[in-house]
């Protein structure tokens, strides 16, 4: 079983839906964590980050972090087709050195 | 904003060959992270240095190694190169103060034939 778990999709949607992406993990000690979106053969892109639970909004993204259930979701209000990417997400304990463990990736598709 | 600067963009080798990739990190970051990721693939982590000390590893194999010089750069030395060392190869970096904030370069895609 991996560490970090992600359905990689595809998640199809109409413009303008509300889209929930979620991860699941296994180690308790993951403190941070983030969400990127990768367009096909670019880099990731940091949209959020978390320290510890709690939740955070930016915009048309909010994180949410559930360490009890390990569980932490990215949300995009009024989805637009060029949110169209892969979201993945990652975390890392708190440790001198930051290894970090990222999710599968979700292929969102946003139709106009 | 600067951003992540890598290069190569794109390297083609052939195997056993040697090959090595540069990384120059947002200015005032501090830790630099390299990531190997294969196609249909998410990011795995290789290795990350923090104030030019390697801080952690990964799935790194032995043929490759790196290091981080004083004007905080990075180098990723890749030897014996194989087919399966085709890939993009991210570096990040981020503040030591802020270790959630990592940002990915453009990435360099190696080839190897």
């Known amino acids: 079983q991996k560490e970090v778990e992600q359905d990689p999709g595809p998640l199809s949607v109409p413009e303008g839906a509300i889209v929930s992406l979620n991860c699941t993990y296994s180690n308790s000690a993951f403190q941070y964590f983030m969400w990127y979106r990768q367009y096909s053969r670019k880099g990731p892109e940091l949209l959020m980050y978390?320290?510890?639970?709690g939740n955070k909004e930016d915009g048309r993204f909010t994180a949410q972090v559930d360490k009890s259930s390990k569980y932490i979701s990215l949300f995009i209000r009024d989805s637009q087709p060029s949110d169209s990417a892969t979201y993945l997400c990652a975390m890392s304990p708190y440790t001198g050195g930051f290894k970090t463990i990222f999710g599968a990736g979700t292929r969102l598709f946003v139709k106009a | 904003a600067a951003g992540v600067i890598q290069s190569p963009r794109h390297l083609i080798k052939e195997k056993r060959e040697t090959a090595t990739l540069k990384c120059y990190p947002i200015p005032r970051h501090d830790t630099v992270y390299w990531y190997q990721q294969g196609p249909g693939q998410d990011p795995q982590f290789l290795i990350s240095?923090?104030?030019?000390?390697?801080?952690d590893k990964g799935s790194i194999p032995d043929r490759f190694s790196a290091q981080q010089f004083s004007d905080y750069h990075s180098e990723l030395n890749m030897s014996s190169l194989e087919l399966g060392d085709s890939a993009l190869y991210f570096c990040?970096?981020?503040?030591?103060?802020?270790?959630?904030?990592?940002?990915f370069g453009p990435g360099t895609r190696l080839t190897v034939l």
């Open positions: 240095f923090y104030e030019k000390m390697q801080s």
């Open positions: 978390t320290y510890s639970s």
């Open positions: 990040a970096s981020s503040p030591s103060d802020s270790l959630g904030e990592q940002f």
